[in-house]
């Protein structure tokens, strides 16, 4: 029955109030959006049209700023340029025409890659010891089982920042510090806490049955683990793994602290780009747009599981 | 196939002690339904001779063989759930298959034993769906498909037709019994509803409070209950209890009820002085002009070819099954008179049936 043929229904919301909330959607979405769409356009800017006041909504695009991220630029006298051979490629033309070469790349890509790395591999450790965990604290009787979980869950209490200086020095004496290995073990420990108790909610949710149904026609636990509780807890698992890697995606504190070089991911090297003059506002704003693209191709992939994941444990069957 | 043979079988969740010294043997072949009323411990039993729970004491033989502590997968039976435990993310032919993968049988051999469990349950034409759009009948169908598909040593079935309505219930009944009467399986059954422990076992064991309080086919259970728990539970509506006080003689064949004597099955035992309960099935009790036990009609309950009276007397309320061609006026006062060779007395503080001549016509279980 559609809310045309009933007078008035109790729990249907009235068109008026759908318009109205949905216009209170809308507003909320552009007022979100408004910095991003300014990122990406100052990413398309000359570093002129980025720092002119009164800001610029129009103006000439240009790929100024992603060159200058990508490479590193040498100034050189005119005669020096006009005596070198014709420009290479887009980037050498635009590095000529503001008396500059091309020096050679700059560290953008190692530092992306760094992070693809470390967040990816931090993601699949947590979500997989999360999941193992969260599976055992749901099925067996685990001797102080509700303390255990309160345990985990209090490493969240507190900002992971303040402990920062006792993990700077503990991985600085075993050596630690500034290598992959040990930012994909920080992360982790700070993202399974969180992924065992999302999981533990989903593992509950999915009844034993299945699994003793397994067991009975001759199969292990580990093989009806595998077999049947995954799949069913692929929702949750998807979840969980974008909300984990959400965090150490966009991790700048310990980014800063711990690592300076091999190890350095993309946060804390793209607010530093230095052009001529300061900040290159249009590298910076070119690095950002580039290092959300994988975020949200992640979150559009999953997104049918992460609505789901956000409202978990709202409605029983 | 196999006998089941279960002794002694204790099994305590901390405090709650939940099935006490269950002790029964399911032969060969047979229908066994473990029958009580929710919380008795029958669904515990059944899962301690799957292997799902371990007890905490007691043996459990499959064939002679002690597998009280060997895991499920080790037993070679079957279980279906009350809620079928259908894997969501396989269709059907998977989901009878699914037994089959683990034992490591090629894919040829377990399609043909697929489509043969299919066609014994007349479910062929659903092998290729999703198990998420099948309605309950078929969905039971596709949870007996996995479990016979395997030709198991036996079938273990908790409520299986619980989650069922009573019209598919009804068909259910009749078709897991043919499957049964077919495959020749030994068969433990977890029912709560006596209507179809009645109808489909060779054999039922009732269960209250994790005791088994007796263990036998469904008319001696009926007709020679071995407790006052099983006369009360058994037969709708239940037997009538009459309360009296006497002691009684080996080879006594009348109690004294008030001022009346009430011939009964000839005693077998001696009781001395001591709170006894005689009972009565509502369709055993007649009316008559000079009946030993008067009351006032209190109301009847029409239920096609014959009625419940309700008839309020000193002993109680006492329920009689009539022919409902005779009518009953409310307040009316009548007489009643009980068939002698069909009444049971019980010990009503232990709640046991004094043995009587009655026991002696039925196979003990």
Known sequence: MTSATTAHSVVEPSATTRRFAGSLVVLYAIITMIPLVWIMLTAFKSPDDAISYPPKVMFKPSLEGFCNLFTTRSRQTPEFIRSLGPPQGLCDSIARS??????????????????LIIAFGSTVLAVALGTLSAYGFSRFRVPLKDDLLFFILSTRMMPPIAVAIPIYLMYRTIGLSDTRLGMILLYTSVNVSLAVWLLKGFIDEIPREYEEAAMIDGYTRFQAFVKVVLPQATTGIAATAIFCLIFAWNEYAFAVLLTSGNAQTAPPFIPII???????????????TLFLVPIVVFTVLLRKHLLRGITFGAVRK | MAQIKVEALDKSFGSFHAVKAASFTVEDGQFLCLLGPSGCGKTTTLRMIAGLELPTSGTIRL???????????????????????????????????????????????????????????????????SVSGLAGGDRQRVALGRAIVRKPKCFLMDEPLGALDTEMREAMIHELRALHDRLGATTVYVTHDQLEAMAMADRIAVMNNGVVEQVASPRDIYDRPASLFVADFIGSPPM??????????????????????????????????????????????????????????????????????????????????????????????????????????????????????????????
């Not at chain 2, 090629?106 to 489509?115: F, G, P, Q």
């Not at chain 2, 035992?269 to 309960?277: F, K, N, P, Y």
């Not at chain 2, 009548?334 to 010990?347: E, K, N, W, Y």
């Open chain 1, 98 to 115: 503001r008396n500059m070469v091309v020096a050679g790349p700059s560290n953008y890509v190692p530092r992306f890659v760094n992070s």
């Open chain 2, 63 to 129: 064939d002679g063989e002690d597998v009280t502590m060997n895991r499920a997968s080790a037993r070679d039976i079957a279980f279906v759930f009350q809620l079928f435990a259908l894997y969501p993310h396989m269709n059907v032919r998977r989901n009878i298959g699914f037994p089959l993968k683990c034992e490591g049988i090629s894919a040829a051999e377990r399609d043909r034993r697929v489509v043969e469990a299919a066609r014994i349950l007349r479910i062929s034409h659903l092998l290729d769906r």
């Open chain 2, 240 to 365: 009538n209890f009459l309360p009296f006080r006497s002691g009684l003689q080996t080879g006594a064949e009348a109690i004294r009820l008030g001022e009346r004597d009430v011939t009964i099955p000839a005693a077998r035992e001696a009781m001395a002085e001591s709170e006894l309960v005689l009972g009565v099935r509502p369709e055993h009790v007649r009316f008559t002009d000079r009946g030993m036990v008067r009351g006032e009609v209190y109301g009847t309950e029409y239920l096609g070819t014959t009625q419940i009276v309700t008839v309020t007397t000193h002993y109680g309320a006492l329920k009689a099954r009539s022919p409902s061609s005779r009518s009953f006026r409310t307040g009316e006062t009548v007489g009643l008179d009980f068939r002698p060779d069909t009444l049971s007395i019980f010990d009503k503080a232990s709640g046991r049936a004094i043995r009587t001549a009655l026991y002696e016509g039925g196979a003990h279980g």
């Open chain 1, 274 to 288: 230095i052009g001529e003059g300061g900040q290159d506002w249009p590298a910076v704003a070119a690095g950002t």
